[in-house]
C-alpha cells in the first residue's frame, strides 16, 4: 500500500479527505489531513490566503452541502441530496469498513498515486 495512505489509515484521530478527481488526474488521489472545524455560514470560513494571480491555493478544504451554496444566491435545481451515516459502529470499525472498502478500489485500479496535503490552520 503506498505509504501516504497507510499513514492515514493507520492513525484513527487525523481528521482526514480522500479526493479523487478523474477528470483532472485519473491516475492521482489527494489525501488531505489537518484540523476540523464546523461553521454556521459559509461566511465564517477564512479564504484569507487565495491568490489566484500567484497562484496560491486555498489553506482551507470544504464539504458544503448544496443549500449552503443555495444560502449565498446560486440558482440550481436540486435534484437529490444524499447523506450517508454509520450507527452502531464504532470509529474503529468504521475505519476498518472504510479501508477494505478503499483497498478493493486499489486493486481495480493499479495506477492510482496518492499524494499526501496537510492543511494548516
Do not use: C, W
Not at 479526493?19 to 479564504?47: C, E, H, M, Q
Not at 449552503?68 to 470509529?91: C, H, M, N, P, W
Amino acid at each position: 500500500m503506498n505509504e501516504n495512505l497507510e499513514s492515514i489509515l493507520s492513525d484513527h484521530r487525523t481528521p482526514f479527505a480522500i479526493v479523487y478527481r478523474p477528470k483532472l488526474d485519473n491516475n492521482t488521489v489527494d489525501v488531505f489531513t489537518g484540523n476540523f472545524a464546523t461553521y454556521d455560514t459559509l461566511d465564517d470560513i477564512s479564504f484569507d490566503s487565495f491568490n489566484y494571480k500567484q497562484n496560491k491555493l486555498h489553506d482551507v478544504l470544504a464539504l458544503i452541502p448544496f443549500k449552503q451554496i443555495k444560502e449565498i444566491g446560486a440558482s440550481f435545481v436540486l435534484k437529490r441530496t444524499y447523506f450517508a451515516t454509520i450507527k452502531d459502529y464504532s470509529i474503529k470499525k468504521a475505519l476498518s469498513i472504510f479501508k477494505k472498502s478503499l483497498l478493493n478500489i486499489l486493486i481495480d485500479n493499479q495506477e492510482l498515486t496518492f499524494t499526501k496535503n496537510t492543511l494548516s490552520a
